[in-house]
């Protein structure tokens, strides 16, 4: 079992629609939970960062982090096309090596 | 500030060959990453450079991987001799972290060398 499992899509949605977007993990000790956004060939670029448990907005975008069920979440609102992209979770402990997702492959539809 | 730079940006070679991947990481950052990602396998994590110094190299697949890092402005990744398996997008990402592992995950990535083995 992997330490970290998305789900790799593709994902399509039509534009203005609500993307939930979700990972789950096997190691309790992890306490940084991240989402990094990536375009077609380029490199990842940071989207959200949460520490530990709780919600965190950001414009459109909101992460969820829940730690007693290993559960993570991106939700974006009102998606727009230029939100298509993969979207990768990562997560740490406090000492220890990021460990990615695979990713999710968004498409937004105009 | 400019951010990660690799070079180069794309790499087509023959089986047997030597590649050379660079990366310029953000100036005081500390912390330097060597990823490879592939379809299959999604992102892996090569090895791990704190202060210059390797502290994890426990990713690199095999012996003909190598990386260095002889300054805090420069890094290299090496395969030789290359192979059709090798062929990925390889990331160079840094961090400012404080120590070995103690940062937070903010990486920030270059845009990638593709590198291509027939």
């Known amino acids: 079992q992997k330490e970290v499992e998305q789900d790799p899509g593709p994902l399509s949605v039509p534009e203005g629609a609500i993307v939930s977007l979700n990972c789950t993990y096997s190691?309790?000790?992890?306490?940084?939970f991240m989402w990094y956004r990536q375009y077609s060939r380029k490199g990842p670029e940071l989207l959200m960062y949460?520490?530990?448990?709780g919600n965190k907005e950001d414009g459109r975008f909101t992460a969820q982090v829940d730690k007693s069920s290993k559960y993570i979440s991106l939700f974006i609102r009102d998606s727009q096309p230029s939100d298509s992209a993969t979207y990768l979770c990562?997560?740490?402990?406090?000492?220890?090596?990021?460990?990615f997702g695979s990713g999710t492959r968004l498409s937004i539809r105009p | 500030d400019a951010g990660v730079i690799q070079s180069p940006r794309h790499e087509v070679t023959e089986m047997g060959q030597e590649v050379t991947l660079r990366c310029k990481p953000i100036?005081?950052?500390?912390?330097l990453f060597w990823y490879r990602q592939t379809m299959m396998r999604g992102l892996e994590l090569l090895i791990y450079?704190?202060?210059?110094?390797?502290?994890?190299d426990s990713g690199m697949p095999e012996d003909r991987f190598s990386a260095k890092m002889p300054n805090a402005s420069f890094s290299t990744l090496k395969i030789q001799p290359s192979e059709p398996r090798d062929s990925a997008v390889y990331f160079c990402?840094?961090?400012?972290?404080?120590?070995?592992?103690?940062?937070?995950?903010?990486?920030?990535f270059g845009e990638g060398s593709r590198l291509t083995v027939l």
């Open positions: 100036s005081g950052h500390n912390s």
């Open positions: 990402a840094t961090s400012p972290g404080q120590g070995p592992w103690v940062n937070t995950g903010e990486l920030f």
């Open positions: 949460t520490y530990s448990s």
């Open positions: 450079f704190n202060n210059n110094v390797p502290i994890d």
């Open positions: 190691n309790s000790a992890f306490q940084y």
């Open positions: 990562a997560m740490k402990s406090s000492a220890s090596k990021i460990i």
